[in-house]
């Protein structure tokens, strides 16, 4: 173990024993008021995985392996507290525009990797991940308190942004409890048209990742949960997939014959409209194939965005039902309720297109 570990570890261990030591005191009677019990440096909260979390009560400092938990640092104003981020985070210029700081905070985690001495070196009080990232267990060895979150379906993910703001302190909590709100608020607007919806009047539809347009998500996954919000079929799901980034064959989805198909890169649209192959599905013979809209993060995807994306699919998969529905407004009134950023209209258009915030594209 390095100099830099061996710190953290001890860092640790430090703390287990004040801990200790605080409830002996309590419990023996000899604290004598409530005074002393409010001095208590360390405080425990259960994760998404059932582990118990020693934290400090004040957090200021906070890490993350990005992607979608970087956005809801965002989402609940801790944008302050981060002290390291992703590559992707970095990389992405909706990002930088709507919080120019993540210029000067370091990158720690690639992929699903981590630099465990960069980390080290930020001192994070907690380091907040999705589970199922292959650093996980060496973070859980190095001694600095991991909080695991989970996000399959819309209920994982209001309680993992709402277990962030408990983390993170009473400002955001607030805030991730208004995010609740508001997001099912949202469901409640789409649902009470799309509910009565019969199978046969619900379109099928597809959602392709990566540039092949051939990695998708099935049962058990929020893809699947609003698309069947706004009105629509998983085909994969229907098919007996489960789980998220699943491969699958253009053969498979040439079967499946969606309605529509909605993909998550825009190299992928192009592969899908020029390829022969995919050109007597339903969705390509009749114009409804569409890129996923992505700003702070890509919204079909595990995302605070999830609140847009269930407007914006019910759009696409039910016109008729939702002609009324302005999605560049509702872009624009997200951003400046939740991330305090004024979006102008051409910058909401370009998020809805998939477009990066400038003349590029």
């Known amino acids: ?71 809801w640092f965002l989402l609940l104003g801790a944008q302050g507290k981060m002290v390291s981020t992703s590559t992707r985070t970095k990389m992405n210029p909706w990002y930088e525009k709507i919080y120019p700081g993540i210029k000067n905070i370091a990158p720690t985690f690639h992929n699903s990797g981590v630099n465990l001495e960069k980390l080290l070196k930020a001192r ?67 649902t009470e048209r799309t509910a009565s919806l019969s199978r046969e009047e619900r379109r099928k539809v597809y959602l392709g990742g990566g540039p092949d347009a051939l990695r998708t998500e099935g049962k058990n996954s929020l893809v699947t949960s609003w698309i069947e919000i706004a009105g629509g079929i998983n085909v994969a799901a229907q098919a007996g997939i489960s789980g998220i980034g699943r491969q699958v064959s253009v053969e498979a989805v040439i079967k499946w014959n969606p309605d529509v198909i909605i993909l998550t890169e825009r190299a992928a649209k192009e592969e899908v409209l020029k390829s022969g192959r995919w050109r007597d599905i339903n969705a390509v013979k009749n114009g409804q194939v569409y890129v996923n809209p992505r700003g702070i993060y890509l919204w079909s995807v595990r995302s605070a965005e999830e609140a847009l994306q269930i407007l914006w699919a019910a759009k696409v998969i039910h016109p008729e039902l939702f002609a009324d529905l302005d999605m560049v407004e509702e872009v624009r009134k997200f951003h400046k309720k939740f991330y305090k950023y004024d979006l102008t209209a051409d910058e909401a258009g370009r998020m809805l297109l998939a477009l990066p915030p400038d003349s590029k594209g």
Do not use: W
């Open 124 to 190: 994070p009080d907690v380091v907040l991940v999705l589970s199922g990232i292959e650093a996980q267990e060496k973070l859980a060895e190095v001694g600095i308190p991991l909080v695991v979150l989970e996000r399959r379906n819309p209920r994982e993910l209001k309680a993992g942004i709402t277990l962030t703001g408990k983390v993170l302190g009473s400002a955001e909590a607030r805030a991730a409890a208004e995010f609740c709100a508001y997001y099912d608020e949202n469901i409640h607007r789409i």
């Open 1 to 71: 173990m390095n100099y830099v570990l061996k710190q953290a570890s001890e860092r640790l261990y430090l703390k287990i024993i004040l801990f200790t030591v605080l409830c002996a005191f309590f419990v023996s009677g000899c604290s004598g008021n409530e005074e002393a019990n409010k001095s208590t440096e360390i405080r425990t909260i259960t994760d998404m995985t059932g582990r118990t979390v020693f934290l400090p009560v004040a957090v200021t400092r906070v890490a993350s392996n990005g992607g979608a938990i970087d956005e």
